[in-house]
């Protein structure tokens, strides 16, 4: 029994080595349960369109759920790998054949691999978003359980902006922070699960449909598709669920490599802000007293290389036509080594994230560096009446004199003012927490705002896992 779906038209076998570079079979072994649940699917079009007879279709449903058993514990692989298939589809093909019989050879009725291909990278695009969307919520909820720690210990730092002290926030709020962009991203993969199953392409077959009258609706109802697709030719070469989760866990990546960036530079004496536990550090084979934070350095090389590998698979959709072309095989090859690389990058930073310690006395004992209460100071005057430019120049003449004498700000840059800006008194804060209680805005770091977004945080986060069951 040959392992290829084709080949009756032709004179000669394939050359060995071209068949072996047209082969995904390796990339593909990750797809074999979603093609067997696709090829059940494919079954029940058969039955429900009085294609073969429900006898041929118990055989094929036995036989499927034995690959399905044989992919679990491991031994399709084996089988995979020497049956000289060209790709996972056609493995699966070739064992249902020789676990079925004669109706084994009736499975592919009505069906091409442009249709089984688009349909099982669906089921994958689906399962491995509901995987990332917990990987988001669980890194997202974490660092709001942080947040919560920090906020009621009224931990303060200075905040920065191009890497300069800029103004004083409470630790909750950087937190908060970090935690947005993966509820965001939750939101995305959310969004890439309902685009990968609003459409079924199973039954398109080649890209024009079939003649045979198969049963698209019941087989896109039993794949958990909301309805079988519209238009065949669109939705064999339909890349679209594919690539909006390989660009969702791309961009989760960046986001875990941005925050990665930032403990990185916490951890060194210049910060002083963050401890990389034991687990998550390595060392140095020459100098005994380092203490690496590897894992996040890592994640940030890995972002760079999934950016790559994502504007790879953009390219490679730009000078095709509609319809199925082999090219989408490279593809899928991507979006796939994308996707699980992304999980492992998740999985990695959220591990390390978890043994890092914060030193709160260093923090705040650096809060005020580099002047930030400065612009609590320009606010103030602005609220007695100043103009926001005039406020700016005399606060900036101000923070100019104390740090040529190497002091803090104090009450008497507040007389001077006060002075300068015609007013009897000014008062504004002169200390980390009181600045960060004088915010006023929504969003901002005041304590009790903070505890609004944090609580707002893992209500969606629960809402939108709430989702994924």
């Known amino acids: 029994m040959t392992s290829l779906q084709w080949g009756g038209r032709f004179a000669t076998p394939p050359d060995a080595a071209l068949l072996a570079f047209g082969s995904s079979l390796e990339d593909d072994l990750l797809l074999a349960p979603f093609d067997v649940a696709c090829s059940l699917g494919h079954v029940e079009a058969l039955v ?14 036995e036989a499927l759920q034995t690959v399905a058993a044989e992919i679990a514990d491991g031994r399709f692989a084996a089988f995979a790998r020497a049956s000289g298939a060209e790709d996972v589809h056609g493995a699966i093909d070739a064992r249902v ?28 695009v689906r399962d491995r978003a509901v995987r990332a969307l917990r990987q988001a919520g669980k890194l997202a909820s974490a660092l ?11 931990t303060l730092l200075a905040g920065c902006t191009h890497r300069q002290p800029a103004q004083p926030v409470l630790l909750a709020y950087v937190f908060v922070a970090w935690a947005e962009p993966f509820v ?33 609706a019941r087989a896109a109802a039993l794949l958990g598709f909301a309805r079988p697709s519209r238009n065949g030719l669109d939705a064999i070469g339909n890349r679209d669920a594919a690539l909006d989760l390989a660009h969702a866990c791309v961009r989760s990546a960046i986001d875990a490599s941005r925050i990665a960036e930032e403990i990185v530079a916490w951890c060194t004496p210049a910060y002083g802000y963050a401890r990389l536990g034991d687990a998550a550090s390595t060392g140095s084979s ?61 999985d990695a930073f959220g591990g ?91 969003g901002s770091t005041n304590p009790a705002d903070v505890a609004s977004q944090i609580a707002s945080i893992q209500k969606e986060i629960t809402a939108l896992a709430g989702g994924t069951a």
Do not use: W
């Open 48 to 61: 429900g369109g009085a294609i073969i007879s429900r006898e041929d279709g118990a055989v094929l449903v």
């Open 97 to 124: 054949r020789a676990l079925a019989g004669i109706a084994g050879e009736r499975l592919h009725a009505g069906r091409s691999r442009n249709d089984q291909v688009a349909t099982t990278l669906l089921m994958y």
């Open 144 to 154: 709001a359980v942080r947040a919560r720690i920090a906020l009621d210990d009224g």
């Open 184 to 216: 965001r991203a939750a939101h995305r993969f959310a969004a890439v699960k309902a685009g990968a199953e609003a459409s079924c392409p199973l039954g398109s077959a080649a890209f024009a449909g079939s003649n045979l009258p198969l049963d698209r």
């Open 286 to 346: 020459l100098l005994p007293q380092k203490r690496n934070p590897d894992p996040f350095e890592l994640v940030r090389a890995h972002a760079a290389k999934l950016t790559g590998s994502y504007a790879g698979a953009l390219a490679t959709l730009c000078g095709l036509a509609p319809s199925y072309q082999r090219d989408l095989q490279e593809t899928k090859s991507a979006v796939i080594g994308i996707v699980e690389e992304a999980h492992a990058v998740l």
């Open 352 to 442: 390390a994230l978890a043994t890092v310690t914060f030193d709160a006395r260093t923090m705040e004992r650096k809060a005020l560096d580099g002047y930030t209460i400065a612009t609590d100071l320009s606010d103030a005057l602005i609220r007695a009446g100043v103009t926001a430019r005039t406020a700016h120049a005399l606060v900036g003449s101000v923070v100019a004199l104390a740090e040529s004498a190497g002091r803090a700000i104090d009450r008497g840059d507040l007389r001077v003012l006060a002075d300068r800006s015609g007013i009897a008194s000014l008062d504004a804060p002169l200390d980390a927490e009181a600045s960060v209680v004088a915010k006023r805005t929504s």
